[in-house]
């Protein structure tokens, strides 16, 4: 909502990218710090893996502070922009109640399935399981675990020049079928028994994972977070957006914390229809 409101409007849509791009940038040492720690500790001696584990945590820990102390020099944030799609003029103020939620029940419906899209296409499941994955293809599974995640950094640097010349709707579309497509045709399909030899699947699989990780960072992961707010009038937006963010925070409770054995099998259908519903609803909407 701060970029929303604050950030200029012909830069907002690259503004608001840089959300998933610093979340990328973030999983990315986080990544180099797991593998520092699994080449050097001798796991057989009392390597004080508390005081370890604690050292790696300081470094996200002053972030947050720094971004508590950032927010009481930032500015309040606006309601409106003078020239805007929605401005209500000079003299006026955004209306919170201008819009119920019935009124509002067509984006509220097009917000869930773009949160579906985001949690249930699969990334949640290369990013768990990117070693086991990894070391699965033939690869020493912490090294794997970096490759994916600085991948996954790479890829999304990319959004930002992409979002200077395409709009969030024709970016999240085209990257979600393409993910779609990768997940059946290169990570599905070609690894299932008896399809394949075993080097040609490792191939296969490899460059499947390759290509989801940029169709997603390249417009699943960054244009959500716009999209959340797009998708509703400014004066709804607070609400609208609030309301996709639960949605989108319950599918991911959903696929970390509740019977993965059975997830293993429907999210990848699920998050293909997402994916149907997303495309035929940008469509009408």
Not at 26 to 43: D, R
Not at 103 to 121: C, D, E, K
């Given at each position: 909502m701060y970029v929303d409101?604050?950030?200029?409007?012909?830069?907002?849509?690259?503004?608001?990218?840089?959300?998933?791009?610093?979340?990328?940038?973030?999983?990315?040492?986080?990544?180099?710090?797991?593998?520092?720690?699994?080449?050097?500790?001798?796991?057989?001696?009392?390597?004080?893996?508390?005081?370890?584990?604690?050292?790696?945590?300081?470094?996200?820990?002053?972030l947050s502070v720094l971004m508590i102390v950032l927010g009481i020099f930032l500015g309040e944030s606006k309601a409106k922009f003078a020239g805007g799609r929605d401005d209500v003029g000079d003299s006026g103020a955004l209306d919170i109640n201008e819009y119920s939620y019935m009124q509002m029940i067509g984006p509220l419906v097009?917000?869930?399935?773009?949160?579906?899209?985001?949690?249930?296409?699969?990334?949640?499941?290369?990013?768990?399981?990117?070693?086991?994955?990894?070391?699965?293809?033939?690869?020493?599974?912490?090294?794997?675990?970096?490759?994916?995640?600085?991948?996954?950094?790479?890829?999304?640097?990319?959004?930002?020049?992409?979002?200077?010349?395409?709009?969030?709707?024709?970016?999240?579309?085209?990257?979600?079928?393409?993910?779609?497509?990768?997940?059946?045709?290169?990570?599905?399909?070609?690894?299932?028994?008896?399809?394949?030899?075993?080097?040609?699947?490792?191939?296969?699989?490899?460059?499947?994972?390759?290509?989801?990780?940029?169709?997603?960072?390249?417009?699943i992961g960054p244009c959500f977070f716009v999209l959340a707010q797009d998708l509703f009038p400014r004066s709804f937006r607070p609400k609208g957006s609030s309301f996709v963010m639960v949605v989108q925070l319950v599918f991911w409770e959903l696929v970390e914390r509740i019977c993965a054995w059975f997830w293993s099998i429907t999210v990848w259908a699920f998050g293909e229809l997402c994916t149907l519903l997303l495309f035929l609803g940008f469509v009408v909407v």
């Amino acid at each position: 909502m701060y970029v929303d409101q604050n950030a200029h409007p012909k830069h907002s849509k690259v503004d608001g990218v840089l959300f998933q791009v610093f979340t990328a940038f973030g999983i990315m040492p986080v990544a180099l710090m797991g593998l520092a720690l699994g080449q050097s500790v001798n796991f057989e001696k009392n390597a004080n893996m508390n005081g370890r584990m604690q050292g790696f945590c300081a470094f996200s820990t002053a972030l947050s502070v720094l971004m508590i102390v950032l927010g009481i020099f930032l500015g309040e944030s606006k309601a409106k922009f003078a020239g805007g799609r929605d401005d209500v003029g000079d003299s006026g103020a955004l209306d919170i109640n201008e819009y119920s939620y019935m009124q509002m029940i067509g984006p509220l419906v097009m917000g869930s399935v773009t949160a579906g899209t985001l949690q249930l296409t699969g990334i949640n499941a290369v990013m768990n399981y990117a070693p086991t994955i990894m070391s699965n293809l033939g690869m020493e599974p912490l090294v794997g675990n970096f490759v994916v995640m600085m991948w996954n950094f790479v890829t999304a640097l990319v959004s930002i020049p992409l979002a200077s010349y395409f709009t969030m709707r024709q970016l999240f579309i085209s990257s979600s079928l393409t993910a779609s497509l990768s997940c059946l045709f290169l990570c599905g399909v070609p690894v299932y028994p008896g399809v394949a030899s075993t080097s040609a699947k490792n191939g296969v699989a490899i460059t499947g994972i390759a290509v989801f990780i940029a169709a997603f960072e390249f417009g699943i992961g960054p244009c959500f977070f716009v999209l959340a707010q797009d998708l509703f009038p400014r004066s709804f937006r607070p609400k609208g957006s609030s309301f996709v963010m639960v949605v989108q925070l319950v599918f991911w409770e959903l696929v970390e914390r509740i019977c993965a054995w059975f997830w293993s099998i429907t999210v990848w259908a699920f998050g293909e229809l997402c994916t149907l519903l997303l495309f035929l609803g940008f469509v009408v909407v």
